[in-house]
């Protein structure tokens, strides 16, 4: 055999080592099963006012999902609710397994009675994340929790084990019924000018702010250090976290180590998470937590997310003045802290090599989408739109479709640009060509006069410029292609542009939307089809044995498994409509194409 190009005796003295590394690799997975019963509750009362709560086996917000790098999960998800449910883990790759992804676009809704089992793997990832509900506006309800994907033991993290660590999932939140605020949602004045009545800290009012009864206190010992998962799992606002005379230490987000910085005060925005390092300190007493607005009149603390940090053994309440933060219209402090948030290069994250040995020094661009993102009035009611399309869900799932019909009926692959504006506002499938294994140019521009955030399921995307203004090809000169840090979800400043790359190796079905509720359910989303032709499941995974029908299959059992094409195609792309005896056609070859194969059964 070939010895590798050191000395023999010192290869074999190492040997056993990293055979042990490579072994613990192999085999540290578990398997951990999850029931979960989502139910309305009328009891729980975040706001002290009467409201129904989604609730996840009568928590709010729902449990963690506590889990290291490789682990596969079992969510038995039973829906208790009166209308359909899907959940979504937000940051979660879903390596080569869209199906698990929990968005309209890839998934059947779990109707009301029902019960449906998500299988998914946290493949080669660490970090904070959350999940939430996808549909029908149910996130202004709840359902959200908190992730935690722990590094394996042998990987070393580059900052010392805390003491403990803290979820603070922080969001805003309506004083009234989801499902109220939802129907609200035809009429402008809510569509594009409402906003929430205030902030919840895990679900909790603000201390000391009638007529809250029970507020966030997150219990520390004077000299240790603790590390803090903040996600905002709100639908609207962007928010500055800071704690009275304390300050953090940041590094981590979404799935990323960064290189660490100290900071008085965070922006974090919707969909966003971090992690942060709090060392106790100070005197031992009790001190403020806010989390206040973003590009928002804050002046009114009844709006904002107030904890405690309470220190062992105080006796001493929390007092004095609220801290301040920054002025929450001051976008240049918020776009600079941004642009200091930077990745760890030589650190190592889910595997033992360096972050920094995947980077986008010197990459070559195969695609470039430029996303306009604005509002419209289409048929008399508001509309948030992409390059001026809307997005309008078909009731079969593109994935589902994609896999049986190659998209037939359902989509028509590439109809709008991704560079450019339609000429008139419309409502459609947008569904985009994303080259496998090609870097991807995000160019995500906001023509609205508000926040913004984008998220990419199914990647991590390095974050390469924010700027205001129109973005122009000259744009590219101000880009970090040094270490820009990777994350799923980026902020879009009102007026401005952020702009992200993304290597598209992991084949699927991968919705691409922005974070803020209403927007998203207004329309403003779109799917990004990243194509294998290779049908080895190693490539892409086969829909799950388990799998729900619904739209074009509906007449269909759920859970009966359907034939695929042989082999899969782009979807073609129809130069008008199909007639009548064309979609009649297609009907005839569907339910012959399902009834063949459940034959076969």
Not at 9 to 14: A, G, M, P, S, V
Not at 181 to 187: F, I
Not at 384 to 407: C, E, I, M, R, W
Request: aromatic share 12%; charged share 15%.
């Amino acid at each position: 055999m070939a010895w590798p190009s050191v000395d023999r005796r010192q290869w074999l003295i190492n040997f056993p080592a990293i055979l042990f590394i490579f072994f613990a690799l192999a085999v540290s997975a578990e398997d951990i099963f999850l029931d979960w019963h989502v139910t309305l509750d009328t009891s729980i009362k975040p706001a002290s006012v009467d409201q129904p709560v989604i609730a996840i086996n009568g928590q709010f917000p729902g449990p963690l999902i506590n889990g290291t790098t490789n682990d596969m999960f079992h969510v038995n998800v039973y829906n208790e609710m009166d209308e359909p449910l899907l959940i979504t883990w937000n940051g979660i790759q879903q390596r080569l397994n869209s199906w698990q992804d929990g968005v309209s676009g890839t998934n059947c809704p779990i109707l009301p009675g029902n019960n449906w089992t998500y299988i998914f793997q946290f493949k080669d990832q660490i970090g904070t994340f959350s999940y939430f509900p996808s549909l029908s506006f149910q996130k202004a309800g709840g359902a959200f929790g908190a992730i935690r994907v722990n590094n394996r033991p042998v990987i070393q993290v580059p900052f010392l084990k805390p003491e403990a660590e803290f979820d603070l999932l922080i969001g805003d939140w309506y004083e009234r019924s989801y499902k109220e605020v939802r129907s609200l949602m035809s009429t402008k004045s809510m569509a594009y000018n409402s906003t929430p009545d205030k902030i919840l800290i895990n679900g909790k009012g603000a201390y000391l702010v009638p007529p809250t009864e029970v507020h966030e206190s997150l219990n520390v010992t004077k000299g240790k250090t603790y590390r803090i998962r903040i996600s905002n799992v709100g639908t609207a606002w962007s928010f500055n976290f800071r704690i009275q005379n304390h300050r953090m230490v940041l590094v981590e987000t979404e799935g990323s180590y960064t290189n660490q910085i100290t900071l008085d005060s965070l922006d974090v925005h919707v969909g966003q998470s971090y992690s942060v390092l709090v060392t106790a300190d100070q005197t031992v007493s009790d001190y403020y937590m806010v989390a206040s607005p973003k590009m928002f009149n804050a002046t009114d603390v009844n709006k904002f997310g107030i904890g405690v940090l309470h220190y062992d053994n105080s006796t001493t309440p929390a007092s004095g003045s609220l801290p301040t933060g920054p002025d929450p219209f001051d976008r240049e402090f918020s776009i600079n802290q941004a642009k200091s948030i930077r990745w760890n290069l030589t650190t190592g994250a889910a595997r033992p090599n360096p972050q920094g040995s995947f980077n986008v020094h010197n990459v070559t661009l195969s695609q470039t989408f430029i996303l306009h993102a604005s509002i419209a009035e289409i048929f008399g009611l508001p509309q948030f739109t992409v390059n001026n399309v809307s997005y309008l869900a078909p009731d079969t799932p593109l994935k589902l479709a994609d896999q049986f019909l190659n998209g037939s009926g359902i989509y028509d692959l590439d109809k709008f640009s991704t560079n450019s504006s339609n000429v008139e506002s419309v409502r459609g499938v947008f569904v985009a060509t994303g080259t496998h294994k090609g870097w991807i140019e995000l160019v995500f521009q906001n023509d609205w006069e508000d926040m913004d955030a984008w998220h990419l399921d199914g990647f991590g995307f390095f974050v390469v410029g924010f700027g205001t203004g129109k973005w122009k090809p000259e744009s590219r000169s101000s880009y970090n292609l040094y270490d820009p840090v990777v994350r799923s979800t980026v902020q879009v400043y009102p007026g401005g542009w952020s702009a992200v790359y993304a290597y598209l190796d992991n084949p699927g079905m991968w919705n691409l939307r922005s974070q803020h509720l209403k927007n998203w359910y207004l329309g403003e989303e779109l799917y990004v089809r990243v194509y294998d032709a290779d049908p080895n499941p190693a490539k892409e995974r086969p829909p799950p044995s388990n799998l729900l029908l619904c739209g074009a299959f509906a007449p269909f059992a759920p859970g009966a498994p359907l034939a695929p094409s042989s082999p899969a195609s782009p979807p073609p792309k129809p130069s008008k409509a199909p007639s009548l005896q064309t979609a009649a056609g297609l009907e005839r070859r569907k339910v012959s194409h399902i009834l063949v194969y459940l034959n076969m059964l």
